[in-house]
């Protein structure tokens, strides 16, 4: 069964250092998001794609935040400077609909910012 | 102010039927309910979606008020396996639309 994968799984780093996040989608899947998760909270959208255009940044913190997902099939994640406050999971998403069902999550990225 | 409303935790005994709630008393004429739900340490699964007519699929069924101003989630007859945090997500707000998914209900099926 084909599946969303993401690198790394895990992730640690020092306040003020970059960070990247890779994510490659279901073949196929023309819409993809990244996700914050907070420990014991519930998704945050970050970023929706679709196909390479982005549709939705809205709560994007963009001062330190930004994704890419130039030929519209894998994405990243960057953020630069990391802060204390960006420790958690981040999760990416893909769908084969515009709307929201249907997403396909992989494992997650788990970011420690020492 | 929460967009979503779901009761933090709940319990139900295997083979009984689960029943979460949610209050979206914002949500738009047009969109959507979703459910997703999280089984620890795993990204979220999709459940079921819509919008005014209750709907039925292979893992649950979902009745929405005819306000629309919250929905019921069904597990007709639970196991172990759908222990989980289960989200009610709805997309509100007016020139903005922001896509919210709420703190999820924690359920425990008990043997």
């Known amino acids: 069964e084909a599946e969303v994968a993401q690198s790394p799984r895990y992730k640690i780093t020092e306040k003020s250092q970059a960070v990247a996040f890779w994510c490659d989608p279901i073949?196929?899947?023309?819409?993809l998001y990244w996700y914050r998760q907070i420990l014991g909270q519930g998704p945050e959208l970050l970023v929706q794609f679709q196909d390479e255009s982005v549709v939705d940044d809205s709560q994007l913190p963009k001062d330190r935040f930004s994704a890419e997902r130039l030929k519209g099939v894998d994405s990243t994640l960057k953020i630069q400077p990391a802060e204390l406050g960006d420790s958690a999971m981040y999760l990416c998403?893909?769908?084969?609909?515009?709307?929201?069902?249907?997403?396909?999550f992989g494992p997650g990225t788990r970011l420690t910012v020492l | 102010d929460a967009k979503t409303t779901q009761p933090p935790s709940m319990d139900c005994a295997e083979g009984r039927a689960a029943n979460l709630p949610c209050n979206h008393s914002?949500?738009?004429?047009?969109?959507?309910v979703y459910w997703y739900r999280q089984i620890h340490s795993q990204g979220p699964q999709y459940i079921i979606h819509g919008l005014k007519n209750n709907e039925t699929n292979e893992m649950a069924s979902l009745i929405i008020t005819e306000d629309r101003k919250s929905s019921t989630l069904i597990l007709p007859h639970a196991t172990l396996r759908d222990t989980a945090v289960y989200y009610c997500?709805?997309?509100?707000?007016?020139?903005?639309?922001?896509?919210?998914w709420g703190a999820g209900t924690k359920l425990i099926i008990k043997p």
């Open positions: 073949s196929g899947h023309a819409t």
């Open positions: 998403a893909s769908s084969p609909r515009r709307d929201y069902r249907e997403q396909f």
């Open positions: 914002t949500i738009s004429g047009n969109e959507y």
């Open positions: 997500i709805v997309r509100v707000g007016g020139s903005n639309y922001q896509l919210i």
